[in-house]
């Protein structure tokens, strides 16, 4: 049974069910064609959303930003330690008590793992997780499963594939997570050996029931419907020497998608560096864009239902 939206913290994708999702996706379908229509009602008018970003963002802070524009709410906040008093030694409790006298919700990305559960902990308004170190990316979560429904009509009975750092990367070890509230036939995890997800992700894997098993891509392109593309998460590697041992490890090109179903999306949750061929832009495998897009009204649906704004 859904606890429901409203005043809830979001700090990881299994934070929630089935049901939370469905509610979500039907909320964003909703606000997808307000925006469609240029008829978003600004149920949040009045309303302030601090976007907390210790880490570098264009995607998440941006469609965060515009999304409780759109609702009419207003944002604060920063977008690097610099400019903030945690530079002059303020801790992050301090920080997150200020921005909950200032706000009525709290986005927050940090470097480290368990930032946005403690800052829960320490606010009295909702958390959002916006990345916390290589542990979980929620939102995102929310927006890719929202973006293979929107291609593919479901979640369930598809093949999956998940290309890349699955050892550091928050965003693809949500995704993969996340499909543990669906019913996948099948999750290749594509993976150089250095980069294969961490054991404590394996252990939660199996303990979901999730049909995971690792593969490599040229085995198993033919069979899928969605491949989750991501980026080697350099600035996470303890050892520069580790990551060069590993980039430029894999590349999607036109070539390489030669066997591939004809509706297989390719999916990236962004910033790119080499890991997808620009030529591959311009195939209808590519979703990449559409799933960034998506991130706009999957947020406002977010701050609709957490923050009560209501339909109209
Ligand atoms: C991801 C992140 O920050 O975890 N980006 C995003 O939010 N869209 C992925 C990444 O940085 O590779």
Do not use: C
């Not at 965003?171 to 594509?190: D, E, H, N, W």
């Not at 390489?256 to 890991?275: C, F, Q, W």
């Amino acid at each position: 049974m859904s606890e429901g939206w409203l005043g809830r913290d979001v700090i990881s994708i299994l934070d929630f069910d089935r049901e939370d999702l469905e509610v979500l996706f039907e909320e964003a379908d909703r606000m997808k064609s307000l925006l469609a229509n240029g008829s978003v009602p600004k149920t949040l008018s009045g309303r302030i959303v601090a976007l907390a970003f210790f880490e570098p963002s264009t995607r998440t802070r941006m469609s965060f930003e515009a999304a409780a524009k759109r609702l009419g709410a207003e944002t604060i906040g920063f977008t690097s330690e610099e400019g903030i008093s945690v530079a002059k030694g303020e801790s992050l409790a301090d920080t997150v008590r200020m921005l909950d006298s200032y706000a009525d919700l709290i986005v927050l990305r940090h470097r480290y793992e368990g930032s946005a559960l403690y800052a829960a902990e320490i606010a009295v308004h909702p958390v959002i997780n916006g990345g916390d170190g290589r542990q979980h990316h929620p939102t995102q979560a929310m927006l890719d499963l929202y973006t293979v429904r929107e291609a593919h009509g479901v979640i369930d009975g598809l093949t999956y594939g998940v290309l890349g750092d699955l050892r550091y990367g928050r965003a693809a070890t949500s995704f993969i997570l996340s499909l543990g509230l669906f019913k996948p036939r099948r999750v290749y995890l594509i993976a150089p050996p250095s980069l294969e997800p961490r054991a404590e992700v394996m252990m939660l894997i199996e303990r979901l029931g999730i049909p995971a098993v690792k593969a490599r891509l040229e085995d198993v392109i033919g069979e899928l419907d969605v491949l989750y593309v991501t980026r080697i998460q350099r600035e996470r590697f303890p050892d520069p020497e580790e990551y060069e041992r590993v980039r430029g490890a894999y590349r999607v090109t036109p070539s390489t998608l030669e066997g591939a179903k004809r509706d297989l999306i390719v999916m990236h949750p962004l910033p790119r560096v080499d890991e997808i061929d620009p030529r591959v832009d311009s195939t209808p495998h590519a979703w990449y864009f559409r799933q960034a897009r998506n991130g706009v009204p999957v947020r406002m649906a977010l701050l609709n239902l957490v923050m009560g704004g209501g339909a109209s």
